[in-house]
């Protein structure tokens, strides 16, 4: 049966972003507001973003990088900081929001009885409330199958809806009306857009001639009414009067035609799919349209269900839920949060879309916070952490297509830049899948500037999906060749350091500094811990890959070699692993990014059993980092202590995370989460739910080091409950109930055959399974 209270539900309406309901198809969304009288849908479409494909790549980077080494080798690290800045590239382009749906109802005042939600189990927002005894009912939902948002209004008393509707656009646009019953918005996106930190005196830049450069953009609006008339104007106004009931259906497009079109020069023509999807909408009944969206969006979204407890509090609003959460035991709040990451994910990553960015799909700004790009030195990453082990596999393909095509333009950059083989991207990406380093030609500080590693931690995700399905194909035609080439770079990258060891240079800690005994602050020098993390990580995948799909011989033997001269990981004097090649790690450094425990977590170089001293130094290190940051560092800390097997320590993550956020402006310290649940850093950044779930599902469930591990970090408020659907690698979907705070009963579904190794606490054991049967065993691992 599923949990009636998986809804996010208010007694007012929104009255900012970060308080109204998200709804999305992976390819459109809104954010719904809820209003009275006045309803607000703000619009987005995922490949809605400024600017176009341009030469990023900076020719004067290979020279300056030979210059950048010798100052670290030199010991001279702010040197090297300044002559890293001539690395750089240009800044991303920024992802716009689209359009604002405004519905003006025409009936009294005197609300009675509000309510509006978020029903998370059938992906529809909800607003009802009471004018002079008429009951007004709202419901909105963007259907991935039929590629519209439908917005329906209804009352109870016949003849009683009245209401005015418009489009609008924070960008350049046009409206009219088609038909009576229909309004178009046309649009154009800058040319250019400055990130939202760099002052400028043109910050959004419109090409000057038609077409120019600039995304377009159609967005239609149609109602169908229930009695009553419908009429439009010139003005772009649409008017239902004294129907029973209308549904508004929303359809978009833009120009977009692939990232490496110009989507101003060369783009595609809007209309035809825009007004296709709209057609193919209307001309069904609207309660088939319903029921097509819930059981698309179910079929996903129950896969996992959770039951961690309830109690009368599940029952209030959310944000008075969120408000008292620290003075009240309230295990269902994070069952919803883990719930409400699994829903954002599926709204805002489908197969075919764009990958969930900073933002995911949801926007408000034409300046955006750090440009609402990807920011692939964490963010992007824990978007998708919780896609294998929460069982939205599907959801995580946007990210593979991501990676090849950012790969395809990264190829160009490592020749050009660093005349390095194989393929490099660094701190951010965006539409155009820009692979240089940003920071505007020497604005940037190399503190997050100077990082050439996506590609090895991205690669790590096509690694996982593998891991996860066992799926033979995948592996060899998409997986290991964007492996391989991202390794090819790596070897191309390494240096000797003159004693024997690899490393890099320049390296970074993301995006820290550090402190050198004779006083030098800097971020650049070599060997940074997380460099070799995940250099590690990749060639020991890449080899397993390349030893599986029986290939490569010669180069495998490559990785091996370098694997084996890779600088070790270092403890430092205060007992912890160390964050750059030298004891420089402050004790009283709380700062958000924890870069060198990768190895940790999501990797799994570093385990209790395996690496005990590593193992005991990375838990030194995350104490002294403590237990504040913004939203998405105490996700990951949540992970970090699931892995480190201190439930109640994740636990309490989990509780800093469910704060009240207070400020929509920048913070480096404070997250939590908004009234809607959405991940404050501040501001909204959406890694942070997702990193919450995929925390969570840590807890419950690791199988990193080959082993099943079943309830690894529990903590001691979770006394009774269970999970179903959880998956683990190897091709397992795994069910656990515990009562008491101790395992009850396990059960394992089988996608594929396979010899596995289960524990909880003392007990482990080893045995086969076979595709497609089920195994049930007892809290000590007996059948």
Not at 2 to 31: H, T
Not at 33 to 56: A, K
Not at 363 to 377: A, G, H, K
Request: hydrophobic letters at 40%; aromatic letters at 10%; proline letters at 6%.
């Amino acid at each position: 049966m599923q949990d009636p209270n998986l809804r996010l539900w208010y007694r007012q309406p929104a009255a900012r972003w970060v308080e109204a309901l998200p709804i999305g198809n992976g390819r459109l969304a809104a954010m719904v507001f809820g209003g009275v009288p006045s309803e607000r849908l703000q619009l987005n479409e995922d490949t809605l973003w400024s600017g176009g494909p341009r030469d990023w790549n900076n020719p004067a980077a290979r020279d300056a990088l030979a210059a950048v080494r010798q100052a670290v080798f030199a010991g001279q690290y702010e040197e090297a900081d300044r002559l890293a800045r001539q690395l750089q590239g240009p800044f991303t382009q920024s992802y716009l929001p689209m359009a604002d749906l405004h519905v003006h109802l025409l009936h009294g005042d005197g609300v009675r009885s509000y309510r509006r939600e978020l029903d998370l189990d059938a992906a529809v927002a909800r607003a009802s409330y009471v004018v002079d005894g008429v009951t007004y009912t709202r419901e909105a939902f963007a259907s991935a199958p039929d590629r519209v948002i439908a917005l329906r209004l209804t009352c109870d008393r016949p003849g009683h809806l009245r209401f005015v509707a418009r489009l609008e656009s924070p960008l350049r646009h046009t409206v009219d009306a088609p038909a009576a019953d229909t309004l178009a918005l046309r649009g154009k996106a800058p040319e250019h857009v400055e990130p939202n930190y760099r002052p400028s005196d043109q910050p959004i830049r419109y090409a000057e001639t038609e077409p120019g450069e600039g995304m377009t953009f159609v967005v239609y609006l149609q109602v169908v009414a229930e009695g009553g008339q419908v009429q439009t104007d010139e003005a772009g106004i649409l008017r239902v009067m004294d129907a029973d009931a209308a549904t508004l259906y929303v359809s978009a497009a833009t120009s977009f035609n692939g990232y490496r079109r110009s989507p101003g020069l060369d783009g595609r023509d809007p209309e035809p799919p825009a007004r296709q999807a709209l057609a193919q909408a209307i001309a069904q009944p609207y309660d088939g349209l319903r029921q097509r969206h819930m059981d698309d969006h179910r079929r996903l979204f129950r896969r996992v269900s959770l039951d961690l407890g309830q109690n009368e509090a599940a029952a209030l609003p959310t944000d008075e839920r969120i408000q008292r959460f620290h003075r009240h035991h309230d295990p269902h709040l994070v069952t919803l949060l883990f719930q409400f990451g699994r829903y954002l994910l599926i709204a805002s990553s489908r197969p075919g879309t764009q990958p969930a960015n900073l933002q995911g799909i949801w926007n408000d700004q034409v300046r955006p916070p750090w440009s609402s790009n990807y920011t692939i030195n964490i963010n992007t990453q824990m978007n998708y952490w919780p896609a294998e082990v929460t069982n939205l596999a599907e959801c995580h393909t946007p990210l593979f297509d991501f990676i090849a095509e950012l790969a395809a333009n990264g190829q160009e950059t490592a020749r050009v830049n660093y005349g390095c083989s194989g393929w490099v991207a660094h701190h951010n990406a965006d539409l155009w899948r820009q692979s240089a380093p940003v920071g505007n030609y020497g604005e940037g500080d190399p503190v997050w500037a100077c990082w050439p590693m996506a590609g090895p931690w991205l690669c790590q995700h096509l690694w996982e999906h593998y891991a996860f399905g066992l799926d033979l194909d995948f592996l060899r035609d998409t997986a290991y060749p964007l492996m391989k080439g991202a390794a090819q770079f790596c070897l191309d990258w390494l240096l000797e350091d003159g004693h024997s060891h690899l490393v890099t240079a320049p390296s970074t800690s993301p995006e820290n500094k550090f402190t050198t005994p004779d006083g030098q602050r800097a971020a650049v020098s070599m060997a940074a811990t997380m460099d070799m993390a995940l250099m590690r990580d990749l060639f020991t995948h890449c080899c397993a890959a390349a030893e599986i799909l029986d290939v490569d011989g010669d180069f495998r033997q490559r990785l091996q070699d370098a694997l084996a001269r890779l600088y070790p990981f270092q403890i430092g004097r205060h007992g912890q692993l160390q964050e750059w090649f030298q004891d420089w790690d402050d004790p009283d450094d709380h700062h958000r990014h924890a870069s060198h425990l990768l190895a940790l977590h999501p990797a799994s170089l570093i385990t209790r059993r395996e690496t005990p001293e590593l193992w005991a130094a990375a838990r030194r290190s995350l104490e002294m980092r403590g237990d504040g940051g913004t939203g998405w560092s105490m996700a990951w800390k949540i992970a970090f202590w699931a892995r480190l097997e201190d439930g109640d320590r994740a636990a309490r993550m989990i509780a800093n995370m469910l704060n009240l956020a207070t400020t929509t402006g920048v913070a480096l310290e404070g997250g939590g989460v908004y009234p809607n649940l959405f991940c404050a850093h501040p501001p909204f950044q959406i890694d942070g739910n997702f990193g919450a779930t995929a925390g969570i599902a840590e807890m419950l469930l690791q199988s990193h080091a080959g082993v099943i591990h079943l309830l690894p970090a529990l903590p001691g408020d979770w006394r009774n409950g269970s999970v179903q659907g959880l998956r683990a690698r190897g091709g397992l979907t795994v069910d656990l109930a515990w009562r008491d705070g101790a395992l009850v009963e396990v059960t394992l579904h089988a996608a594929r055959n396979g010899r596995h190794r289960l524990r909880y606490g003392p007990h482990e054991v080893e045995f086969d399974v076979w595709a497609g049967q089920r195994y049930r065993l007892d809290g000590t691992l007996q059948g």
